[in-house]
């Protein structure tokens, strides 16, 4: 995997005429991992959102190298389609490799996106990331409706991707297994 | 960078033309469309002379409003899966996913109404001149009321009853082809469908910034 490097900045985030938090800086290479953390509401995701380039952040920057990929709430999969079509369309742009067998969606790939569990869903979401061939995973709350076991592949993949030089940034307000994690709380940097 | 663009392109194409459920398809529009032109001769009576008169201006009113039925479905639904995000973060610019976008609703909606303007002329009584007439006004109209369409539909993405107040804006800036549409069918109107096509290609030069605008500002 190439060179990958994630560093934020002095990062401040206001919504609205609220300053969500302040003075947020971090330097990520290849085989890190950060684990965002902090209670709802205090800007985890709007923090993913802005290491991800979609929001501006009111004051600092970001530096990125290498590719970026974001696993939000939103799968960005089409409801009616089945599963296999609905990935196999990020497949055609991503143009990589597909990987699902991280994710045990072999049996679901006919059942229509709309149809499928929360966490199946979760898992899905998760697949088209690991397929992206991108080298930083923003992660925002991807243990959210999982099992337990599903929890721990998912934790498995992330160390899988970390072994080959990717980097992981997990917004989780749950404890995470993860070697070697460093954590950024976001209650310390309140505004 | 091509490949991609054309399986986005693909995927609108398929989405507008079959619909998916609560997104209808192409049929929708076409259907209202020649459903405007079959009652208005059972409103005004069966006077011939009247109909072929007024006829090809009801084809352009009705074309219009078909063009604003499919708006919430142009760019709603997308934003709000989170498809335009994935896009931005493979670093595919929104003006080109817009402009893709313009081009598959115009295919979706504009070709068919070209297809059924000779059943609906036949309705309404207009002889072969005025078809062609109508015929070249929609080819070069219905590009900017596509181009218009997405604009609005980007606009009103995510707000609250955007679906009504899409069609409230659209109306407006819709009227210039409206009025040069229309007005190519009267006599000495050749004129018009120069205006006609001025308005089209204004609209779709000025369409794919001013979404593209629009979809970056929603996300803050």
Redesign the interface.
């Known amino acids: 995997m190439q060179q990958c490097r994630l560093a934020a900045y002095d990062l401040a985030c206001r919504r609205g005429d609220r300053l969500l938090f302040k003075g947020v800086g971090f330097e990520l290479h290849g085989g890190e991992a950060l684990q965002i953390a902090g209670p709802n509401g205090i800007g985890k995701s709007s923090l993913m959102r802005i290491l991800a380039g979609l929001l501006r952040p009111y004051n600092g920057r970001v530096e990125h190298q290498g590719l970026r990929a974001l696993s939000d709430e939103r799968p960005a999969l089409d409801a009616h389609r089945p599963l296999g079509e609905a990935l196999a369309f990020w497949g055609r742009i991503d143009g990589a490799a597909e990987q699902r067998a991280d994710f045990g969606l072999e049996d679901l790939l006919d059942v229509p996106v709309r149809y499928l569990s929360t966490g199946q869903r979760k898992r899905a979401a998760l697949a088209r990331l690991a397929a992206s061939g991108a080298q930083i995973w923003l992660l925002d709350e991807p243990l959210n409706g999982l099992d337990t076991h599903w929890g721990a592949s998912t934790q498995a993949a992330i160390e899988a991707h970390r072994a080959l030089g990717g980097i992981a940034v997990i917004a989780s307000h749950q404890p995470l297994q993860l070697q070697m994690l460093r954590t950024l709380s976001l209650l310390d940097h309140m505004a | 960078m091509t490949?991609?663009l054309w399986?986005?392109f693909r995927?609108d194409l398929a989405?507008l033309l079959q619909g998916?459920?609560g997104r209808g398809g192409a049929a929708l529009p076409l259907l209202f469309f020649l459903a405007v032109a079959m009652l208005y001769p059972f409103a005004v009576g069966p006077d011939t002379k009247l109909l072929a008169r007024t006829g090809a201006g009801v084809i352009w009113v009705a074309a219009l409003l078909a063009a604003i039925l499919p708006l919430d479905r142009l760019v709603e639904p997308d934003l709000?899966?989170?498809?335009f995000?994935?896009w931005?973060?493979?670093g595919i610019s929104e003006e080109l996913l817009l402009l893709l976008r313009i081009l598959a609703h115009w295919l979706s909606f504009g070709v068919p109404l070209m297809l059924a303007a000779p059943l609906a002329a036949g309705l309404l009584n207009l002889d072969g001149a005025q078809l062609w007439t109508v015929e070249v006004g929609l080819l070069l109209g219905t590009p900017g009321l596509a181009a218009i369409g997405v604009t609005i539909a980007a606009l009103t993405a995510g707000l609250r009853a955007g679906a009504a107040l899409g069609g409230l804006l659209a109306i407006p800036l819709a009227v210039p082809l409206l009025i040069f549409g229309a007005g190519s069918l009267q006599p000495g109107g050749d004129g018009g469908l120069l205006l006609l096509a001025a308005s089209s290609i204004a609209a779709l030069a000025i369409a794919p910034f001013a979404a593209a605008g629009a979809i970056r500002a929603g996300?803050?």
């Open positions: 490949r991609a399986t986005i995927r989405l998916a459920p709000e899966a989170g498809f995000d994935q931005a973060l493979r996300r803050e």
